[in-house]
């Protein structure tokens, strides 16, 4: 085959033995030169042609046999050179149309370590002018080679000098080369330094199997590779002690003629924009004071979860977790405080879960938890008592031993809902049901909080008609001074006529009257109500008789409180000392300096404060020291058994006492029996108020009973 292509060169190919025989004598030389390859073979070629005797060619043959130098014999410098001629078109050589010839002649060492040399004629007589022409081929060649020099130091600067690995490797993934750059992503921190060439692509890269590079698989995971083209993919990278860290990759092909394609992939080590994604994505996501998630993604994770577990028709439940009296804690230690011990409510609750459970801060001291695939072994009750029980134990907050409760509401999917907002919803309506139970207790949802629910919705609307239709009517209930029987006053107690369900009682509709935001108005009616009995009172019957209104928390708080009372006493015309406002100590655990502020200007004015219902909630008798009010009203529960119970009477003497000492008026409610009647009298109490006494009536019922007290002369 090379014979033949020898043959079709469009040159002159000679090769000569070391003694400068011809060996090899191609087709071009036997035309042009009339001498077959046969007829030379074997022959001394100066010999043969006689006139290149003692020819620079000839020199030139001997150096290189001799001394194994090429030469190159340019056309311009030969004044001999071999007798070649022009084919003529019958094929004949003219002898008149010498060749013009460009001759390189080189040595060439055989395997065997024998000398030849080869001779390659060129024939340039074609081109009229030939020096220009090879001036400027010269001048092309050496423009092309400095561009190609340039770009690839362009290249080499580039591949040496970027930030981004790069590696060259063959289509079995096979690394060829790296860059610097490369080198030292893939470097452990400490350890040898790594020789990434030979290595395969799946030592680098945890996500690239093994089996996808082996054998013909490779152009498989190759074309896998390629859509990565341009696009950026991203991956995890493996160093050599197994350290992982994320990349982003683009590959692509390098298109090698002739040869098997090779690859080279980009590869940026993402490790820092990846935990600045993180932390935006925790960050969105968590609650940040106690790590846990938040209420957003965790109605995500809900939301995912009822999706799996309807199809796998599984159940889960949704656990409510209110803090009771957190707000104590607040008040009393401070916010700082607050924080801290919900960080480590968040941890207890994370301790009494599972891997697969969700805690959640919902809001404020509000947990929400769930609690997946709940028929597996456990019950929602033995967790919930396990809360209930860890929660229950001391927290150390600021080196301050602090006890807090919480209340549980639970929710199961999907028999009390198959939506994540109803879940949640029946969660948190149990919690409030576990409340009014008596606090530090759970409660599963019963359809019942939802009628619950409606129906307070319902009164919710009621109770706007209400005041529009004139349905609210005050009842008064005397109160009697227990050294002499006097009628001291009485407290005005607010009734409902519902047009259908007959008398609704306060505390069935103050509760919502406060969450709906209403109670500002109600309280107000009540007011004006009770001042103008008041007045009518006065200017007709018995100037000495006080007015009691009870003032709810929301209301309090409100902000014209203070203004409203002002008015109604500079029009009404009603002496302000013959009024009493009734406030509950919840009024002055949300913030103790501004309600200290109200009580004070509400006294300014010349009203009485009496604090109702004393002896529930927080009652502290040192704490009272502070309060700026006169009243003092034992709740009627401490009076129920305080004829019976000596404790309980020893109680309530006590409380007499104090308040006494604190130059406080006390009255006792709830008087049911005489007996009650008389323990009073023996410790000296001022006030008595119960159904003993007088139920709550109308004004009018009222009005008759005044008068039949009057005469049973028990007045005085
Ligand atoms: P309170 O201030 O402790 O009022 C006394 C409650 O005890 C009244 O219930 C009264 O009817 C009841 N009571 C009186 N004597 C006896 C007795 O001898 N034995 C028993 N077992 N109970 C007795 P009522 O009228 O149902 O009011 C309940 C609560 O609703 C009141 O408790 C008060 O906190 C609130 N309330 C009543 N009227 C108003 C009002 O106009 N505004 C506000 N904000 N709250 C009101
Ligand atoms: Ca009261
Ligand atoms: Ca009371």
Redesign the pocket.
Known sequence: MYRHIIDLVDSGIVVLNTEGAVVSWNGWMAERSGISEQDILGKDMIEAMPELDNSRIARAVFKALKFNSPSVLSAKLLKTSFPLFKKSISGRSRPSERLVQSIQIKPFVHDDGSHYCVISIFDISSADMREKVLRTQSGVLSTLVKDLQEKEHELRTLFENTQNGILIFDHQGTILSVNPAASTMFQPPEGAEVQLPHQHLFDLFADIEPQQLVDGISEEFMRSLLPMAGKEHEMMAQRADGTRFPVSVSANAIPHFGQPTRFFMFVRDITARKRAEEQLYRMARMDPLTGLCNRFSFSEVLANSVKRHAREQHTLSVFFIDLDRFKNVNDSLGHDAGDELLRQVGERLVECCRDSDTVSRWAGDEFVMLLPQQNQGRSSITVAEKILEAIARPFEVNSNQVYIHCSIGIAQFPDDGVEMERLIFCADQAMYQAKADGKGKFRFFTPAMNDRTLARLKTESELRLALQHNQFE??Y?PQIDVAHGRLFGV?????WHHPERGII???EF?GVAEECGL?GQ??QW?MVQAFETASRWHKREDSSLSMS????PK?FQEGNLIYNVRNLIQSVGFPAERLVL?V?EGHFIDDAGESLNKLRTLRNLGVKIAI??FGTGYSSLAYLRHLPVDIL?I??HFLQSAATDKTDASIVSVIIDLAHALELEVVA????HLSQMDLLRMKGCDIA????IG??MCIDDLVDWYSSYKNLGCVN
Not at 491 to 495: F, P, Q
Not at 549 to 552: M, R, V
Not at 669 to 672: A, L, M, P, Q
């Open positions: 005050l009842y209930q407290e005005a107690l607010l009734r009682y306060p505390n103050i109670i109600i309280g009540v209104i009870n003032i709810s209301q009734e509950t109702d219902d009203k709740d009627r409610e709830g008087i049911e108020q119960g159904y003993y139920y709550p």
